[in-house]
């Protein structure tokens, strides 16, 4: 069953999520779900608005979340039409596109429309003046010439009114079985006087620091070792593309360590499982993303690894989704 919300009747933060993907940021500020035999309590934010310009994640989107309006296109082109999108929002969140940004790609940042689709986002907040906004990326933002893509990044969401932070934060040290690095950017209104206070870890390499110990592989994805009980979830099923020793995805994964980061575009180099004699499959994808077993990707199996690799993490959503709401309550 696809993981269906409902509102409640007390007061929650209305949330409008740009660059949304399949939602697992938006499952993540949500809350209410389960992963790894572990509850994710529900949180107060609805999100009332999302839009992606990828037609089959929108699609995944509805199936998950029937209660928001998910709206299908380009944001440029939806902002020059003048799109109706909700008033009375609290929290704007988007992770605009970072390929142009990253260490595995051209880098081309800023230079390229792609890469000043955040403008698009610092729109969004200009019109809608949230209380609060967050917006993800990849680690190679803080190294892109120099550092000046998050400069001009944050200076431009500064001069909307905000105060503005950022950190590299990585998902497995919030219980996330995988070594994913992401820049957070927060904002708060600066009329309302409110003080970011930014997300503690939970778990560290080693345990580390009195923290519980990083989630393995094995931890996340072993109990569906036995090919017949996994094809009783969702998406089941994986690439077959051959190993090719020494390219990008080809190595096998460690059990007792968490996972490589799983990438968007992997061309069917997605890495291989450290036991069985294939590739990871997007139901273990989709588990290494933390993503619970009742959330229904509307896809092919390619179609499923990039909606999983183009998500944010939902139980590092659901920590960020602390912080918001910390901050907020203030």
Known sequence: MPNQKKAEPHKKYRVLSLFSGCGGLDLGLEGGFTYLGKQYAENPFEIVWANDINEKATRTQKLNFPSTEVVCGDIVQLLRDGVAMPDDVDVVVGG????????????????VKRGQLYLSMAKVIEMKRPKVFLAE?????LSW???LAIKTITEDFAKLGYEVDYRLLHTADFGVPQTRERVIIVGVRKDLGLRIEWAEPTHSDGGANGLKPWVTLREAIGDIEDEERQKGLPNFGYSKAKRIKGTQGNTITKADRPAPTMRAEHHGNIE???????????REAARIQSFPDDFEFVSSVTDT??????AVAPVFGWHLAQMLKRILER
């Open 96 to 111: 605009f596109p970072c390929q142009d940004f990253s260490l595995a790609g051209k880098r081309r940042g800023l230079t």
């Open 137 to 141: 990326n990849v680690k190679g933002l």
């Open 145 to 147: 010439e120099n550092g």
């Open 272 to 282: 291989f499982h450290y036991k069985l004699p294939r590739r990871l499959s997007a």
């Open 305 to 310: 690894y990039r909606q999983v690799g183009n």
